[in-house]
Structure formats: C-alpha cells, structure tokens
C-alpha cells in the first residue's frame, strides 16, 4: 500500500500521554545539560577572576536572554509565562554557581518579596529586613548581594523613603521588576465569611481596596498594620483561636500563612503596579534596553530646572520620571531624582550627564540597568 493511502493514527488519550512523557523526558535531560554548562561557566569565571572578583549574576546578560525567549516564541503559552518558565530555570542553574541572598523589605510574604522572586526566581536565599534602610545596610555590608525595594506605585505615587536613602548610599540601581498589585480578601479554612468582623491590611492596601470594601463589606471594620503580610498572620493566628478575621494580602502571604481566598483582585484599579527596584554593588553594562536614573542637585538661580530640562529635549534622550524631594542641606533646596531611557555609557546620555554635571551643583549617576522584562 501507498504512502498516500494510509491513513493517519487518530490521537487518543494514552498516545497522546506517551507523548508528553517522551517530550518531558527530553526537557528534563536538556535542562540538566544546561546546568552542567552553567557549572562549567562558574568554574571558568573562578580560573579566569579568582573567588573574590568573579561575578556570577549579570543582570544585563539574564534580561537579553529573557526577552530572547519572548521573541521567539510561538505560542501557545504567553510570551510572560514562557519567561517565567525560563527564569526559574535560569535561577535554578545560577544557585549551582553559587546561591545568592536577596534582601528585600518584610517580612515575609510582601509584595516586595513577590517581586524578588519574580526576578531572581526561587533559588536564592530570601532575607527579610524591617526597613528600606536595612535592606541597604544588608547589601553594602555584603551580607546579601542584592536587595529589592519599592519606589513606585501607579496609584499611590512614588515611595519617599526609598528615594531619600540613595542620597548617601553608594549602591547602584541594578535593575527593575514592574509587578501587578492583586489583592486578594484571605481567611483562615475554619472561618465562615459571614462572621468575619475585622479586616487588616496595610493602609495603602485599604485605600487601594476602598471602592470594593465599601460595596461589599461596608459594615466590618478596617485595621491598618504594619504590612498586608503581618495582615495575613493576624489571620491565621486569630483563625487558629477561633476569631473571624480576614486580611487583604496578595498570592505569596496567602500561601505562606495557609490562607484561603474569599474574594480575588479586589482591588480599585486592575491595572494597579508597583515598580521595585534592585539594588547592588556594581555597575551594569548595557543591555541593549536600559533605564538609568539620576539624582540631580539644582543650583538655587532662576531658570535653573530649565537648563536641566532642556538638555534632554535637544539630544533627543527620552526622560521617563522627574521627582522632587527636599535637599536637606539648605532651606528650599531640592533634589531631582530622574529617570531616561538609555545607558549612561551610550553617546547621547553621555552626552546629556555631562551637560548636567556643567549646569547642576552635584550629579550623582545611581545606575544603569536594563528595562524590565517580566
């Protein structure tokens, strides 16, 4: 019999199996072969710079990588989830080259560390500091090698204290994470909603929720605490003694203090982010994609901010964020902190620092880094 008179094999369940069992079978033999040139990698960095010098995490490189995967990919998974896929790849290979400690802003089960792991994935070692200060100290001190803090919310504005700690601080900015706020209203298994009369949360995530809380539980009383992890443990602690109390927290507190979720994204706004920075000790070469950040002390004269501005328009660099804080140093002086697309190494951008550098009294470069991926 021809070829073209056979007929193909109709896909049934079992086969259908047998297939997906042969391709995970492949995946898992090329992911571990990519773990072994990972190795292989770290140990030529280690013969080539020594223990002391080496650099094992290149953020530069991870996110050329990343939008690499995004470019090529054909479906049917999201060209996001693909990332995310291969970002915990990524970080599982890295942790054999050596683990890195992440600090971020706690405690555990924040949306800060929802966004370290959704940048570093989950094979480093996570260290919950009390403040934005601390996680800082922790990374200048070199007991952690990057740290992870707020510094913007798309509804709430910018996060003062985070801006404010780079004036004296000599840590770069090694890269972003944009990531989605979605609250979620949490209670512990055993608490039946219609008892519940207290909800916690942070304050932030209260006026975030306000709208939906006022609709659906206008009558239950609103806490403000600390963070909306600290929510999610009042929850569980008052769960285990019996006390109806529910807290607003997001997908990683519900699942570190056994939450369940009574209602999901209730947030105001869907589009609700919070943009998170990294923070670390060296400078990133560029990317191909970056964002670097400035803070720029003006000279108290008239027209001086316009000098400032105008540089940017008339070499065509694209300024993406301009912020004001209080210097400090003298009364009504400020600070500018300033965010535009391009390497600080690339021509125009150099070209509009030293202009900047000529016409501000201080200039202080906080990092170049690639725009975020995920």
């Known amino acids: ?22 391709i995970d079978s492949q995946i898992q033999s090329l992911i571990n072969e990519r773990a072994r040139c990972a190795q292989k990698v770290a140990d030529v960095k280690l013969a080539e710079q020594g ?6 995490y290149r953020p530069e490189r991870e996110a050329q990588v990343l939008r690499r995967v995004m470019e090529r990919n054909e479906g049917p998974l999201g060209n996001e989830e693909m990332a995310k896929i291969f970002r915990q790849v990524m970080s599982s290979c890295l942790a054999l080259e050596k683990p890195m400690r992440i600090a971020f802003l706690g405690p555990e089960g924040t949306f800060t560390q929802q966004a370290a792991i959704k940048h570093f994935g989950k094979s480093v070692i996570s260290a919950p500091m009390a403040a934005i200060d601390e996680v800082f100290r922790e990374v200048e001190s070199g007991a952690a090698n990057y740290g992870v803090v707020p510094v913007e919310n798309s509804t709430e504005g910018v996060v003062n204290h985070t801006l404010d700690t780079f004036r004296d601080s000599r840590l770069k900015i090694c890269g972003e994470v944009e990531e989605r706020i979605h609250h979620h209203l949490l209670v512990s298994p055993n608490i039946n909603a219609d008892d519940v009369t207290h909800i916690y949360s942070h304050q932030q995530s209260l006026a975030q929720c306000r709208a939906w809380l006022d609709r659906y539980w206008p009558h239950v009383e609103r806490v403000a605490v600390s963070s909306n992890a600290e929510a999610a443990r009042l929850a569980a602690d008052a769960g285990r003694s019996g006390r109806a109390v529910a807290a607003i927290a997001g997908d990683v507190a519900c699942e570190l203090y056994g939450l369940i979720t009574l209602s999901a994204n209730i947030e105001d706004h869907p589009d609700n982010t919070t943009r998170f920075l ?14 670097t950040s400035l803070l720029v002390s003006a000279k108290n004269e008239p ?13 065509k660099v694209d300024m993406t964020r301009l912020e004001t804080r209080p210097s400090l140093m003298s009364r009504w002086g400020y600070i500018f902190y300033i ?3 391009g390497h600080h190494s690339d021509e125009q951008s150099a070209a509009v620092i030293n202009e900047l ?6 200039v202080k470069v906080l990092g170049s880094y690639p725009i975020a991926v995920l």
Request: charge should be negative.
């Open 339 to 341: 965010d535009f697309l």
């Open 51 to 56: 223990d002391e010098a080496v650099v094992f």
């Open 357 to 362: 550098c000529e016409r501000a009294s201080e």
């Open 1 to 22: 019999m021809s070829n073209s008179n056979k007929q193909s094999v109709p896909d049934t369940l079992p086969l259908l199996r047998d297939r997906i069992d042969s």
């Open 303 to 315: 027209g001086a901010l316009y000098r400032l501005l105008e540089a940017f328009e008339r070499h």
């Open 278 to 291: 990294i923070v670390g000790n060296q400078e990133v070469p560029a990317s191909g994609k970056d964002k």
